[in-house]
């Protein structure tokens, strides 16, 4: 019963540095969607996915990329972290209803 | 821009007494609604949630309340506990939902002893 797992939990980056988030959900869910939240802003859409192999922009996509060749798993990259990319990284997948959420990844990048 | 947003940053209630959340959103063809609650240091968990075709759900202890003629979305918390201390978002979902949920900056409700 394990629903949106992320990974990493925790990472700390230095500045021009890249990753890739891992967000992977069992629910045969056809929608993914990543987020980011900072203090007093809540919580705003980078990318999301309506199905296997389809990516599209959010928000603020500027400085991430995304993946889904997979329909369990959405990937976001950052391809040269900058410190304004510091954060509280959130996933989501959701089908007909609501929308679940893993627990996020904190990220920080110095 | 943002189509939800939520009227109050900060909701102060005494345990035991009922909250109203409110929030009101811009995009007129959103049909469908929910609401999530956020404890610290945890992802959003869904509280309710209400379509266009509906005024008013109920569920345990809480109750939303949906106004489309003005556009407005409210979260009623009944005889509020101590556990109801989080941050509250609205968030919809407009064009039959393939778009992402656009939340609100959210409320925090802090519960008064």
């Known amino acids: 019963n394990a629903g949106v797992t992320q990974t990493p939990k925790f990472r700390v980056l230095k500045t021009g540095q890249s990753m890739t988030l891992l967000c992977a959900q069992d629910?045969?869910?056809?929608?993914m969607y990543w987020y980011r939240q900072d203090p007093g802003m809540g919580l705003r859409l980078i990318h999301y996915?309506?199905?296997?192999?389809?990516?599209a922009k959010g928000e603020v996509p500027d400085g991430y990329n995304v993946s889904r060749l997979k329909k369990q798993n959405f990937l976001l990259g950052l391809e040269s972290a900058a410190p304004s990319q510091t954060s509280v990284y959130f996933c989501?997948?959701?089908?007909?209803?609501?929308?679940?959420f893993g627990q996020g990844t904190r990220l920080t990048v110095v | 821009g943002e189509s939800v947003g939520l009227h109050l940053p900060t909701l102060s209630v005494q345990e035991g007494d009922n909250s109203i959340i409110n929030c009101a959103y811009s995009n007129s063809a959103s049909d469908y609604f929910i609401w999530y609650k956020q404890e610290s240091g945890k992802g959003p968990q869904f509280i309710i949630d209400?379509?266009?075709?509906?005024d008013k759900r109920q569920g345990q202890r809480v109750t939303v309340l949906l106004n489309k003629t003005v556009k407005h979305l409210s979260l009623q918390i009944a005889a509020t506990q101590p556990g109801d201390s989080a941050v509250y978002f609205c968030a919809d979902i407009s064009g039959g939902g393939a778009d992402g949920l656009t939340f609100g900056k959210g409320t925090h409700l802090i519960i008064q002893p």
């Open positions: 629910m045969n869910h056809e929608y």
């Open positions: 209400i379509r266009s075709n509906m």
């Open positions: 996915s309506v199905g296997e192999g389809t990516t």
């Open positions: 989501a997948s959701r089908w007909q209803g609501e929308a679940f």
